[in-house]
């Protein structure tokens, strides 16, 4: 990682620890919280930037534009290795540069819907919907009168994208960003080409396309193939990370580190006067450079845990020695 990427980073999440003063006279720890590693802020990075361009964007052309969360979460999120809370998508999307005129929030387990309504409540929202149900029963009756609509759908595990509600709000003008477990669907594909049927890739492709892929990626390709029948503009993003694992073997309990990585897919139109979608572009160069440690350090900076240059530099010091003596030699 290079120095300006890591200032870019600190300054994104300095952001979104930010956002977090809305919540300032909440004691956090009454509240159902989602456990996660240091690579969300990477995704939740990922939904704030697009969040800014819709907001400055949209309301200049419609008047009516919704925000509609198919997996919402509790509202919170609370990093495990350094214990800090950053905020859900729901208080990410009611923070934004501009308001949306409506905001459908779904969560289907009772526990985080609770505490999102009560989250919700207290930052006195009137405009917002919350349903405690399964999302593709609330798409599939939901009347979607909106102008345009920002849908954000952050799948926990592959069996969670059905290309049949996907493929129903993609027939709204919306911008879509869909999290979409590869590493995950590889294991899945593994065991479908095993026993010839998966129910889950069916379902998340709408057909059984599926077994003419090999891999992970390859499935996604043909995802993100099916949503360019729709968007003109589809582009994932990679986010990658890792975590220690605690595992038994042999009677006894030793820790293993387990390597994980996802991809974050924007799927809308692009501008007619000027091509905003290049900002999607600006980004995943930017995410090519980061992994969860460059995260994990910045909130511990911001913290004040450890000292921004001394670290970054102790870090980095073999990268630059590399470079000093390429130059050398040059």
């Excluded at 986010?239 to 390597?259: D, L, P």
């Excluded at 000027?274 to 995410?287: Q, S, V």
């Amino acid at each position: 990682m290079r120095r300006e990427e890591f200032e870019w980073l600190e300054r994104q999440v300095r952001k979104l620890k930010n956002v977090m003063d809305a919540l300032h006279d909440f004691d956090l720890s009454e509240y159902e919280t989602y456990k996660v590693h240091p690579w969300t802020p990477l995704k939740l990075i990922c939904l704030m930037w697009w969040l800014s361009i819709y907001t400055h964007i949209i309301p200049n052309y419609f008047r009516n534009y919704w925000y509609i969360d198919l997996f919402s979460g509790p509202g919170l999120n609370f990093v495990r290795e350094t214990r800090d809370y950053l905020p859900g998508s729901p208080i990410l999307a009611c923070n934004s540069y501009k308001p949306f005129t409506q905001y459908i929030f779904v969560e289907k387990n009772r526990q985080r819907y609770e505490s999102l309504k009560r989250i919700l409540s207290r930052l006195n929202l009137n405009n917002c919907r919350i349903y405690n149900e399964d999302c593709y029963a609330v798409i599939s009756n939901l009347h979607i009168n909106a102008d345009h609509s920002f849908i954000f759908a952050d799948c926990e595990k592959p069996s969670d994208i059905r290309w049949g509600t996907i493929e129903k709000l993609l027939r709204h003008k919306s911008d879509l960003i869909v999290v979409f477990h590869t590493e995950s669907v590889n294991r899945v594909l593994g065991r479908a080409r095993k026993s010839g049927k998966s129910d889950t890739l069916t379902e998340m492709l709408g057909d059984d396309s599926w077994r003419n892929a090999e891999s992970g990626s390859e499935v996604l390709d043909i995802f993100m193939k099916k949503l360019r029948l729709y968007r003109e503009f589809v582009k994932s993003i990679k986010i990658r990370g890792s975590y220690r694992k605690i595992v038994k073997s042999s009677g006894r309990r030793h820790s293993r580190i387990v390597r994980y990585s996802y991809d974050v897919i924007l799927a809308c139109r692009r501008g007619r006067t000027r091509d905003y979608t290049n900002a999607w572009i600006e980004l995943g160069e930017k995410m090519t450079y980061l992994r969860h440690r460059d995260a994990e350090l910045v909130l511990r900076i911001l913290k004040g845990e450890i000292r921004a240059l001394d670290e970054f530099e102790r870090r980095m010091q073999g990268t630059w020695r590399i470079q000093r003596t390429l130059t050398d030699f040059a």
